[in-house]
T-cell receptor, first 115, second 113 residues
């Protein structure tokens, strides 16, 4: 597609429920990233993919968080047993490759509110 | 891993004032350096970048020079406008944090007429 698409744009859920956030990167972009933006916390790296592989999962906050990417395209970030501290905007970005000089193109984000 | 120290905000200026937002980084290797901007209600987007020492990135009147000797990438604009009100993020990319762009905490800029 022309840009990075994320869905849902807004999600309100109850504590303890599971949520899935979807990212559709720019066509042909092999690198895909997930970040979290919390109020007052800046941008926190979660995970990145090169193709379908995730070389670095170090940013995932706990084992309740997982992510996968299939077909070198769409990625899903899953949060199990959501907690109130998971409330944040989850940002997805893609770039042509993992070359550090590449620009990341971000999606509009998925705002998650856990009640 | 890489890290970034970015000038804390919020920064409030009057229109046509001079802007500097400081950014220093720690990274091994030879990272590229980026400034991203987030306008109110919009997604994060690239403002400018520099890929090697002494390069100057520029866009929309903003400039930043890659200073390897001081590991800095300060953002400047000679005359800010109300429309520049946004959150600005500094980030080194590449180096040993290959693939993991590390962002600063962000600086909120508000420009008053």
């Amino acid at each position: 597609g022309a840009g990075v698409s994320q869905s849902p744009s807004n999600k309100v859920t109850e504590k303890g429920k599971d949520v899935e956030l979807r990212c559709d990167p720019i066509s042909g972009h092999t690198a895909l990233y997930w970040y979290r933006q919390s109020l007052g916390q800046g941008l926190e790296f979660l995970i990145y993919f090169q193709g379908n592989s995730a070389p670095d999962k170090s940013g995932l906050p706990s084992d309740r968080f997982s992510a996968e990417r299939t077909g070198g395209s769409v990625s899903t970030l899953t949060i199990q047993r959501t907690q109130q501290e998971d409330s944040a905007v989850y940002l997805c970005a893609s770039s042509p490759s993992l070359d550090g000089a590449n620009v990341l193109t971000f999606g509009a984000g998925s705002r998650l509110t856990v009640l | 891993g890489d890290s970034v120290t970015q000038m804390e905000g919020p920064v409030t200026l009057s229109e046509e004032a001079f802007l500097t937002i400081n950014c220093t980084y720690t990274a091994t290797g030879y990272p590229s350096l980026f400034w991203y901007v987030q306008y109110p209600g919009e997604g994060l987007q690239l403002l400018l970048k520099a890929t090697k020492a002494d390069d100057k990135g520029s866009n929309k009147g903003f400039e930043a020079t890659y200073r390897k000797e001081t590991t800095s990438f300060h953002l400047e604009k000679g005359s800010v406008q109300v429309s520049d009100s946004a959150v600005y993020f500094c980030a080194p990319g590449g180096g040993t944090s290959y693939g993991k762009l590390t962002f600063g905490q962000g600086t909120i800029l508000t420009v008053h007429p």
